[in-house]
T-cell receptor
Framework: DAGITQSPRYKITETGRQVTLMCHQT?????MFWYRQDLGHGLRLIYY???????DKGEVPDGYVVSRSKTENFPLTLESATRSQTSVYFC???????????FGPGTRLLVL | GEDVEQSLFLSVREGDSSVINCTYT??????LYWYKQEPGAGLQLLTY?????DMKQDQRLTVLLNKKDKHLSLRIADTQTGDSAIYFC???????????FGKGTMLLVSP
């Protein structure tokens, strides 16, 4: 009964490198979301997905790429990491766009 | 436009009541949520209220909604040190958009 998991939990990388954050849910929820949490900004939506192969931009999508080939997985890729992408990243899932969202434990990313 | 605002910090003593406030701007909001984030963890849903309700009570939690003023509050009775966390208010609008979260209120409960 894993629920929603994220990996890695902590990641240190360098500017310019590609980084992929993984998210996996076991509930078969249709919707999945990626947020970043920063001091002073709260929680901001990066991308979301309504189903496999359907993704849409959120508030802050620039510099990020997502894919959803399987319902249970929703990886987030930083194609060329920048220091401004240092943040805590949360994945969430839900049964509907405005239904209760269930959050993963987060990935703490540091870009040097 | 959508905007959800909260005060950033609240400090109370154990056993007191805590009241966390939130204002939102979109009058067509249909659901309003309170999420809790404990240190080092993700957010978890505490409670929610439909926009056609004025109040909802769930054990120590009371949610009050004033639609005229677009004001939402979360009252925690008999606050405990385990209630120390960040509390996020969130709104959804008519089922056509994703949730909009406030910046969060950090609640610190001292013994």
């Amino acid at each position: 009964d894993a629920g929603i998991t994220q990996s890695p939990r902590y990641k240190i990388t360098e500017t310019g490198r590609q980084v992929t954050l993984m998210c996996h849910q076991t509930w078969s929820h249709s919707y999945m979301f990626w947020y970043r949490q920063d001091l002073g900004h709260g929680l901001r939506l990066i991308y979301y997905s309504a189903a496999a192969d359907i993704t849409d931009k959120g508030e802050v999508p620039d510099g990020y790429v997502v894919s959803r080939s399987k319902t249970e997985n929703f990886p987030l890729t930083l194609e060329s990491a920048t220091r401004s992408q240092t943040s805590v990243y949360f994945c969430a899932s839900s049964t509907g766009l405005t239904e209760t969202q269930y959050f993963g434990p987060g990935t703490r990313l540091l870009v040097l | 436009g959508e905007d959800v605002e909260q005060s950033l910090f609240l400090s109370v003593r154990e056993g007191d009541s805590s009241v966390i406030n939130c204002t939102y701007t979109d009058s067509s909001s249909t659901y309003l949520y309170w999420y809790k984030q404990e240190p080092g963890a993700g957010l978890q849903l505490l409670t929610y209220i439909f926009s056609n309700m004025d109040m909802k009570q769930d054990q120590r939690l009371t949610v009050l909604l004033n639609k005229k003023d677009k004001h939402l509050s979360l009252r925690i009775a008999d606050t405990q040190t385990g209630d120390s966390a960040i509390y996020f208010c969130a709104e959804s609008i008519s089922g056509y958009s994703t949730l909009t979260f406030g910046k969060g209120t950090m609640l610190l409960v001292s013994p």
